[in-house]
């Protein structure tokens, strides 16, 4: 057994997907609606462990990362097993949480996260599931891209054109709050998922 798989034995969820334990060596860093993230401590890499019933995940989130690999947008894949991957920690701020703190999301950040979902789309992939938690603005201001395992799907995401509409139509304009409370954040992203917000529909 290697060191990651006997890491993510270490890791136990009860039957509502909450978690129940982890090892000493691992610190909660995220949760998705698929998975736990933790950053093996004294390490600069996280391991990702999917819920039993989206195990599957985790060799198809692998196989999309390795076909990213040259591109630095997007973190190094260290390892992947049956219910796991490896990849590097970022530590950073997601789109999600620079709101909710006030950090200035930039026009040339936009722009920056535009070409590296173009680069992933030149590799054959159909960027997917684009939404606020699964990019960075990392502590050096450089972006990176998590959460890659449906770009091999054939829908259409529409929600990174939303973002940006919404980035120039509101975001930008100097009477738009740069700083909006997490409660309400969730309140907008759960109405948007919906479908209930004019001109921003999904479906
Ligand atoms: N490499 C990383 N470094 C730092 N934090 C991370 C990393 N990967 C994930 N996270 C944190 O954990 C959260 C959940 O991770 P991830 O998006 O991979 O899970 P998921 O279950 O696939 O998510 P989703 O709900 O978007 O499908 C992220 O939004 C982020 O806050
Ligand atoms: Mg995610």
Redesign the pocket.
């Known amino acids: 057994m290697n060191i990651y798989q006997a890491l993510a034995r270490t890791v136990a969820v009860d039957r509502k997907n909450r978690l129940i334990r982890h090892g000493n060596s691992l610190k909660l ?7 736990f ?1 933790f950053r093996i401590k004294s390490s600069n890499k ?1 391991i ?1 462990i999917f819920f039993p019933e989206f195990a599957h995940i985790a060799k198809e989130e692998m196989a999309i990362y390795r076909l990213l690999q040259n591109i630095p947008y997007y ?1 190094t894949i260290y390892d992947a097993g049956a219910n796991y991957i490896v ?4 530590e950073g701020l ?1 789109l999600f949480e620079c709101v909710a703190k006030g950090k200035i999301i930039t026009p040339l950040h936009m722009k920056e996260i535009d070409y590296a979902l173009e680069l992933a789309t030149e590799q054959g992939l159909n960027p997917s ?1 684009i ?1 606020l ?2 990019i960075f603005i990392t502590k050096d201001g450089d972006i990176k891209i ?2 890659v ?1 449906r770009y091999r799907q054939q829908k259409t995401c529409v929600q990174w054109q939303h973002f940006k509409r919404a980035y120039e139509q509101l975001y930008r304009k100097q009477f738009f709050p740069k700083k909006i409370a997490t409660s309400y954040l969730n309140g907008i992203a759960f109405l948007y998922k919906k479908g209930i917000i004019p001109t921003y529909r999904t479906n």
């Open positions: 860093v995220g949760k998705g609606r698929s998975a993230v996280v990702k973190p990849i590097d920690y970022i997601t599931d939404h938690r699964n998590i959460d395992a």
